[in-house]
T-cell receptor, first 114, second 112 residues
Framework: GAVVSQHPSRVICKSGTSVKIECRSL??????MFWYRQFPKQSLMLMAT?????????EQGVEKDKFLINHASLTLSTLTVTSAHPEDSSFYIC??????????FGSGTRLTVV | GNSVTQMEGPVTLSEEAFLTINCTYT??????LFWYVQYPGEGLQLLLK?????DKGSNKGFEATYRKETTSFHLEKGSVQVSDSAVYFC???????????FGAGTRLTVKP
């Protein structure tokens, strides 16, 4: 079945640095990738939708200059958290539309900013 | 707009107990309905789905029936195991896969 590979699974970075998270569709082409943020014990919050070959669409309240999204190819989408701060610490998950209206999720990235 | 409401947790059960997690939805037309499961520290995995009214999705002993008359998609399992401990999300999707909405999630803990 469709697989989305997300890396890294965990990352710890210092305040002020940038972190890049990658999501790759392994055996299918993903023209669209969704990026979510999940706070502890809460549901997924859609941050943005990336589309191959065009600019990402950000949800209201999400800073596009802070969360840079690049959909470089049909199999790769990246989220870069720029100038990270402790409040950016969270669990970030990507997903791509699969068949029959389901989504295929990456395994998530636990970001800790110290 | 489209939305999903699921019962709040946490839910704690003993092994072999019966599980029900309620989910209701609000949507125009005919959405597809899903249950996803999230194990600790992992992403979400599709547990089961139903794409039209009266369909029953099932997987790993879990079942849910798409009830249009009550706009519900309750998750059930007859006998839970410790390994079922996870967070369960109800979700709906319409319009070419680009409008997935998730419930708040229900944390299930099964004790031996």
């Amino acid at each position: 079945g469709a697989v989305v590979s997300q890396h890294p699974s965990r990352v710890i970075c210092k305040s002020g640095t940038s972190v890049k998270i990658e999501c790759r569709s392994l055996d299918f082409q993903a023209t669209t990738m969704f990026w979510y943020r999940q706070f502890p014990k809460q549901s997924l919050m859609l941050m943005a939708t990336s589309n191959e070959g065009s600019k990402a669409t950000y949800e209201q309240g999400v800073e596009k200059d802070k969360f840079l999204i690049n959909h470089a190819s049909l199999t790769l989408s990246t989220l870069t958290v720029t100038s990270a701060h402790p409040e950016d610490s969270s669990f970030y998950i990507c997903s791509a539309p699969g068949d029959n209206y389901g989504y295929t999720f990456g395994s998530g990235t636990r970001l800790t900013v110290v | 707009g489209n939305s999903v409401t699921q019962m709040e947790g946490p839910v704690t059960l003993s092994e072999e107990a019966f599980l029900t997690i309620n989910c209701t939805y609000t949507a125009t037309g005919y959405p597809s309905l899903f249950w996803y499961v999230q194990y600790p520290g992992e992403g979400l995995q599709l547990l089961l789905k139903a794409t039209k009214a009266d369909d029953k999705g099932s997987n790993k002993g879990f079942e849910a029936t798409y009830r249009k008359e009550t706009t519900s998609f309750h998750l059930e399992k007859g006998s839970v195991q410790v390994s079922d401990s996870a967070v369960y999300f109800c979700a709906l999707s319409k319009y070419n896969n680009n409008d997935m909405r998730f419930g708040a999630g229900t944390r299930l803990t099964v004790k031996p």
